[in-house]
């Protein structure tokens, strides 16, 4: 398993934020990004980027944390496609999980594809479980899956 350096984002990363968000299936606006990293973002969400460890390294993934009382929504999780399966999204998942802990949040939940096997069985090895589907949730009309699972996440054995 590869281990990035796991920092909070701000604007001064907004041009790596946009490279890897363009790549999404679900991309995001730009303008919906510029204003959640505002200082003065009325917004609670928080960016945590992945990072290799080595001078000047480009952005290889990010996850966004939203908060809906006092559970925390895991809102995006994005890797660049070279850096997949080599654990980056793992480390970002647990790197929200420790700040929705840290928040004194008790649940994270989230919405995947139906289809992104991948993510499914990453956020089942958290824990995660499925609560139930929301039908034609994506602009395309592929369903959603709603999952969560309790804080601090633990790694299923």
Same mark, same amino acid.
Not at 50 to 71: C, I, M, N, Q
Not at 92 to 111: E, F, K, P, S
């Given at each position: 398993?590869?281990?990035?350096?796991?920092?909070f984002l701000?604007?001064?990363?907004?041009?790596?934020?946009?490279?890897?968000? #363009?790549?999404?299936?679900?991309?995001?606006?730009?303008?919906?990004?510029?204003?959640?990293?505002q200082e003065?973002?009325?917004?609670?969400?928080? *960016?945590?980027?992945?990072?290799?460890?080595?001078?000047? #390294?480009?952005?290889?993934?990010?996850?966004?944390?939203?908060?809906?009382?006092?559970?925390?929504?895991?809102? #995006?999780?994005?890797?660049?496609?070279?850096?997949?399966?080599?654990?980056?999204?793992?480390?970002?998942?647990?790197?929200?999980?420790?700040?929705?802990?840290?928040?004194?949040?008790?649940?994270?939940?989230?919405?995947?594809?139906?289809?992104?096997?991948?993510?499914?069985?990453?956020?089942?090895?958290?824990?995660?479980?499925?609560?139930?589907?929301?039908?034609? *949730?994506?602009?395309?009309?592929?369903?959603?899956?709603?999952?969560?699972?309790?804080?601090?996440?633990?790694?299923?054995?």
């Amino acid at each position: 398993m590869y281990l990035p350096e796991i920092n909070f984002l701000t604007v001064n990363n907004l041009p790596e934020i946009l490279r890897l968000n #363009a790549s999404s299936e679900c991309s995001w606006s730009e303008d919906v990004i510029r204003k959640d990293l505002q200082e003065n973002s009325q917004n609670e969400v928080t *960016y945590l980027g992945a990072f290799a460890t080595v001078p000047e #390294a480009p952005l290889l993934g990010y996850a966004v944390l939203g908060r809906e009382k006092r559970t925390g929504i895991l809102m #995006a999780v994005i890797v660049d496609r070279i850096y997949r399966r080599r654990g980056v999204g793992t480390q970002l998942l647990m790197a929200v999980g420790d700040c929705a802990t840290y928040l004194n949040m008790r649940r994270l939940r989230l919405r995947v594809r139906k289809s992104n096997a991948a993510a499914i069985a990453m956020y089942s090895k958290f824990s995660f479980v499925g609560e139930n589907v929301r039908r034609g *949730y994506y602009s395309n009309g592929e369903d959603a899956i709603v999952m969560s699972s309790g804080l601090p996440l633990k790694i299923k054995k």
